[in-house]
């Protein structure tokens, strides 16, 4: 397994170094100040540590996160529909699929989902009703770690589950003439009762 950070313009070629020798491509572009990417980025890199040991000896498995400015120089992405995207290239560029066109059950953008994304394209496997569920994938995962725990403790991704809510002190405090960013301007648009 092979983890790649396109950060500058010197590495932007691995991408379709990698395509082009027909391996598995997992690729996630991303925006720098994007809210959807930020919190997409820390579950994507937790990839890494959590695939280290039961893929460590496969060559074919390349994980690629790229700044959305360096898109221009790779050939092998085509088609970017918004931030962030997260496609799976493989036979060479022949075979291409987004993350939310995928077959995983559940696609909550978690470190779950994306094991269980690897998991059906590199194994064969399909996602299937419980038996293949991102907590089942997880767990099979740790287990064939030798019982080791990955390095997501526990209460992570408790939290990263955990929605957060506006409190009923607060939606009173927000001044819908004159709204303070972007989540208060639409809540003022559709969510406040009138």
């Known amino acids: 397994m092979k983890v790649i950070h396109v950060d500058t313009r010197e590495n932007v070629g691995e991408i379709d170094k990698a395509v082009n020798q027909g391996k598995h491509v997992f690729l996630l572009i991303y925006m720098e100040g994007c809210g959807p990417c930020n919190a997409t980025r820390p579950e994507w890199e937790k990839?890494?540590?959590?695939?280290?040991?039961?893929?460590?000896?496969?060559?074919?498995?390349?994980?690629?996160?790229?700044?959305?400015?360096?898109?221009?120089?790779?050939?092998?992405?085509?088609?970017?529909?918004?931030?962030?995207?997260?496609?799976?290239?493989?036979?060479?560029?022949?075979?291409?699929?987004s993350y939310e066109d995928s077959g995983v059950k559940n696609k909550d953008r978690s470190i779950d989902s994306f094991i269980n994304w690897v998991e059906s394209k590199v194994t064969n496997t399909v996602s299937t009703v419980d038996t293949s569920s991102p907590e089942k994938v997880y767990k099979r995962l740790t287990e064939q770690q030798g019982g080791k725990r990955s390095t997501v403790k526990r209460s992570q991704k408790i939290r990263s589950r955990r929605r957060r809510h506006w409190s009923a002190k607060y939606k009173r405090s927000i001044n819908c003439s004159r709204p303070k960013g972007f989540s208060q301007k639409q809540y003022c648009k559709y969510g406040r009762n009138k």
Do not use: R
């Open 47 to 97: 990839l890494e540590s959590a695939l280290e040991e039961q893929y460590k000896k496969n060559d074919k498995l390349v994980i690629i996160d790229v700044n959305k400015d360096f898109l221009s120089d790779v050939k092998s992405v085509k088609d970017v529909d918004g931030f962030p995207t997260m496609k799976y290239i493989a036979n060479k560029g022949a075979t291409v699929e």
